[in-house]
């Protein structure tokens, strides 16, 4: 019974995650904070008030009133000035330690602290 | 037993990250983009610069093995030191250089053009920089150089010197 | 000229000290009447002294515009204001790392008066721990960053301070974050030191506990003076950018946070006692590392720092001298702890500690590996890529929410066992209010998403809870409750305000009008003045409200001359609901500015929040040990 309780929050949890990150935000101004500036490279392009930011920052209106979903937009992007320009990793081939170490981190500490602690199942 | 291995992961983990962090310290931490290779232009709606008429990419690379397309601005001090270099190029090689005015003001283009020679065979209007961007400029001056297929075969972020000429030069003759 | 060679005199009178001090303990290690208990007194204070020296000759070098010194040329020049003379003392490289002398020196000293009451030779080995740092650094600063490098012949005029730097709030940041790097070193070395005498336990816990509340409240209030520079002054209307700089200064204080509660459990429970070791060594070296990080360059950061490998180098191997100093040390005597591994009840206080310090270690390693990850990837494969707010976003906000719920009925929670869970109805009661406010507020009067809306409804409850603590409880342990109130806060602030903030960007002429919800923006003219250093030009704008008072904002762009740099500044108009935040940039051969004009609810919040938390680790510095 526990363990299927678990599977449902856990499969519900992966649908709801990503549709949750799908900001309401102008969909432009989330673009636009989620290009890197090529010339100040700290900041976003939303942050940046340089030529080349500028006019990315018009090539993303352009491309969205043409049509142009957020994804092919960055891809757009990836394809003329490589991954780097993205502030949100992908998670692929080289990228997918990035993104799990972290939980495995959590995971890790989880299991050490049970085990020196001993805080069995019959407790909780 | 479990402890021990777990003291050799640390100490071998640590010495990995010192040098990750030793080599990481002689890579230049500036990024460019002159490794990334489109392979193609986009075919865009461009605005001549001297005749306002729109053109596309597809009618101007045309008739030539080599083109040169340079991005340069007036108010772009390191466009004057590289543009004897586009001249010569344009005087000795068998090569169309067309250029793409970046956010600039027009008379003080067609005064830069008239106070240096023309090199170039056309000249684009980029008044809002978008085009630059569209061909994944990285900023002033850049350069690219295609080939018959309008494939990029080089690209030269910031101006052009004598090293770069020569790479240019030998890359042509081949 | 004098001050030049005074400083540098005193710097190497310092290492000599040093030195002296260092051999000293160790001989007195073996032999206690070596222990000549005044004569190290003095020589520590002697040190402080001649750190003191060193560091007025620096200030006073400044003050008078003394161009023969490298260090004074490359970050002054003559037309500066006299207070950012002196704070560009430590607005650079040198000068910073002279002041962590300094501060480094004194806490020294500070923590030899204070730790009367420990045992002799813990004492010495601290000292001796901290002698090994101040080496590292009297030795980094002689040999690669020395402040007193002399220039012939003498020029004229320097080369100026860079313009975002010239801000009250930076002149006080750095020496803030300093002071809570370097009592960091005191917890550090003085856990190594009880780790080899075998002294880490509940009393050890008592004596380091001020220490630890101590720089983690400094560090607190660094970090709080760094984020409102750059909401002041880099002018995007923003306070935190998961830039890499930022990441460097939050991964101590996550670590901190964690000691500070570990700390609490070791002293009351006798629990815990390796992990605190531990966590004192990650502190500390996470400091020296972000130090690394940030000198060597080899992030790149909208933070500027003078860059130099060399002296990254230098630092990087001083870093991981002092890492494989502390891991092998943590191996040779761990056998030391006196095992006592209890078993936990689930609902107990010291179980939550343990909660907590699980879900803070996971937030440092989500920010450690998204900082550091890059700079493996492109090491081992040449590839770069960018790590940036939405990968912090995604992986930290949803452990914030479970985190939020176990930080309110921790502390409600008693120590050993929890027989009968009281009060359990109001909890809960509490619960289903705010998960109710929390849908009410994202419905009616935002656009959250759905992990926001959880996120809210969790940091409601701990809202919420705080408030319930600080009205019944009283007195007893309000520091505690006071910070976690703070932190409640904090999270609501930040949360409201980016579900409520709102903004319009468009390119105006004089005479222009927008229009942003029920306001008229308009730009009513422009106006060029000449400043000491720079020149500006002022926009001012005027915004019409209905049945509301005009509000003229006067955003600026100045234009330094030394270095040339234009900088925008914002018009920002704080109230106590929400601020307008107003900011033009000029467009390239064009004659309309751009301007971008923000409503930006509860960001004086976030501010008096970060204040509230540093607050209850004042109070617990301040509090008499019972």
Same mark, same amino acid.
């Given at each position: ?124 | ?59 101007? $690379? ?47 283009? $067609? ?12 000249? $684009? ?50 | ?62 003050? &008078? ?138 009393? %050890? ?5 001020? %220490?630890?509340?101590?720089? %983690? ?5 660094? &970090? ?11 002018? %995007? ?94 191996? &040779? ?133 705080? &408030? ?159």
């Amino acid at each position: 019974m526990k363990t299927k309780i678990i599977i449902y929050i856990i499969f519900l949890f992966f649908t709801l995650y990503n549709y949750s990150f799908s900001y309401d935000l102008k969909l432009e101004n989330k673009i636009n904070k989620n290009l890197r500036c090529l010339i100040c490279q700290g900041q976003s392009i939303y942050d940046s008030q340089s030529d080349f930011a500028e006019s990315m920052k018009l090539v993303v209106k352009k491309k969205i009133e043409s049509g142009m979903s957020e994804e092919e937009i960055y891809s757009f992007f990836k394809i003329q000035y490589g991954e780097w320009i993205l502030y949100d990793p992908q998670f692929n081939t080289k990228n997918f330690a990035l993104w799990l170490l972290p939980i495995l981190v959590f995971l890790v500490g989880g299991i050490i602290i049970l085990k020196k602690f001993g805080v069995s199942k019959k407790r909780l | 037993m479990n402890n021990r291995y777990f003291k050799y992961f640390i100490v071998i983990f640590l010495i990995f990250t010192f040098f990750i962090f030793y080599y990481g310290l002689k890579k230049k931490n500036f990024y460019t983009t002159e490794d990334i290779s489109i392979k193609k232009f986009p075919n865009l709606i461009l605005n001549d610069f001297y005749t306002d008429s729109t053109t596309s990419f597809d009618d101007i $690379l045309k008739g030539s093995n080599y083109y040169l397309v340079n991005i340069w601005a007036s108010w772009c001090l390191p466009c004057r030191e590289e543009h004897p270099y586009l001249v010569q190029l344009k005087k000795n090689l068998s090569i169309k250089i067309i250029g793409i005015n970046y956010k600039d003001k027009r008379d003080n283009a $067609l005064k830069f053009l008239d106070e240096y020679e023309n090199p170039y065979t056309v000249i $684009l209007n980029d008044k809002d920089g978008t085009t630059s961007i569209e061909i994944g400029a990285y900023g002033v001056p850049e350069s690219f150089i295609l080939n018959e297929e309008k494939k990029i075969v080089k690209k030269i972020i910031g101006p052009i010197d004598k090293k770069k000429f020569n790479e240019i030069k030998k890359l042509i003759k081949k | 000229m004098i001050f030049n060679y005074l400083g540098n005199f005193a710097l190497l009178f310092c290492l000599i000290i040093s030195l002296v001090i260092f051999i000293t303990s160790i001989k007195s290690l073996n032999n206690k009447n070596f222990f000549l208990k005044k004569s190290l007194n003095e020589l520590l204070f002697l040190k402080f002294f001649f750190a003191i020296l060193s560091f007025s000759s620096l200030i006073i070098l400044f003050i &008078i515009s003394e161009f023969s010194n490298e260090t004074v040329l490359n970050n002054s020049h003559i037309s500066k204001p006299l207070f950012y003379k002196i704070s560009g003392t430590w607005g650079n490289h040198e000068g910073s790392l002279l002041l962590w002398l300094l501060v480094l020196t004194f806490f020294t000293f500070f923590y030899f008066l204070n730790s009367k009451n420990r045992p002799t030779d813990e004492r010495l080995l601290t000292i001796m721990f901290q002698e090994v740092i101040i080496l590292g650094f009297l030795f980094f600063l002689l040999k690669a960053s020395n402040p007193f490098n002399i220039i012939y012949p003498v020029p004229k005029e320097g080369l100026g301070l860079n313009p975002i730097l010239q801000d009250p709030l930076l002149a006080i940041h750095p020496p803030v974050l300093y002071l809570g790097y370097v009592t960091t070193s005191i917890v550090f070395s003085s856990s190594l030191a009880g780790l080899i005498k075998g002294n880490i336990n509940n009393l %050890w816990a008592k004596d380091i506990k001020k %220490w630890v509340f101590i720089s %983690w409240t400094f560090l607190t209030l660094g &970090i709080l003076l760094g984020s409102i520079w750059a909401y002041y002054e880099l002018g %995007w209307g923003g306070f935190w950018f998961w830039d890499p700089v930022e990441n460097i200064s939050l991964m101590p204080w996550l670590s901190l946070t964690a000691l500070v509660h570990c700390v609490l459990a070791l002293e009351k429970r006798s629990i815990l006692h390796s992990w605190t070791v531990i966590l004192s060594i990650i502190t500390f070296t996470l400091g020296i590392c972000g130090t690394f990080l940030v000198r060597s360059g080899i992030l790149n950061s909208v933070h500027t720092f003078a860059n130099d490998p060399e002296r990254g180098l230098y630092i990087l191997f001083f870093l991981f001298f002092l890492i494989f100093l502390s891991v092998f040390i943590y191996f &040779i005597f761990e056998d030391k702890f006196k095992l006592n591994n209890k078993n936990l009840n689930v609902f107990t206080k010291e179980s939550s500690i343990i909660l907590n310090n699980w879900f803070v270690m996971y937030f440092l390693s989500v920010i450690l590996i998204g900082t550091i990850y890059p700079i493996f990837l492109e090491v081992l494969s040449n590839e770069k890529i960018s790590v940036g707010p939405p990968f912090f976003n995604k992986l930290i906000i949803p452990f914030l929410i479970p985190f939020l719920i176990f930080m309110s009925i921790g502390p409600n929670l008693k120590w050993i066992k929890n027989n009968h869970f009281t009060k359990k109805l109001k909890l809960i009661l509490i619960f289903i209010l705010s998960i109710i406010l929390s849908a009410l507020v994202s419905k009616f009067f935002g656009n959250a998403t759905l992990n926001i809306t959880i996120l809210l409804a969790a940091s409601f409850y701990l809202f919420f809870i705080t &408030i319930k603590d600080l009205i019944k409880k009283g007195f007893k342990n309000y520091s505690q409750t006071i910070s976690h109130f703070g932190f409640s806060l904090l999270v609501l602030s930040i949360l409201l305000n980016s579900i409520f903030s709102n903004e319009v960007t468009s390119n105006m002429r004089v005479g222009d009008e927008i229009k942003f919800y029920d306001k008229i923006i308009k730009l009513q003219k422009l106006e060029n003045t000449t400043e000491a250093n720079f020149l500006k030009l002022i926009a001012y704008f005027k915004i019409e409200e209905k049945n509301k008072t005009e509000l003229v904002l006067e955003p600026e762009i100045r234009i330094y001359d030394k270095p040339v740099t234009i900088t925008s500044e914002a018009a920002i108009k704080t109230d106590i609901l929400k601020d307008r935040f107003l900011v033009i940039n000029l467009v390239k051969e064009n004659e309309y500015l751009n301007v971008r004009y923000q409503e930006k609810p509860f960001m004086l919040w976030i501010w008096i929040s970060a204040i509230i938390i540093s607050l209850g680790g004042i109070i617990n510095i301040f509090k008499k040990n019972e």
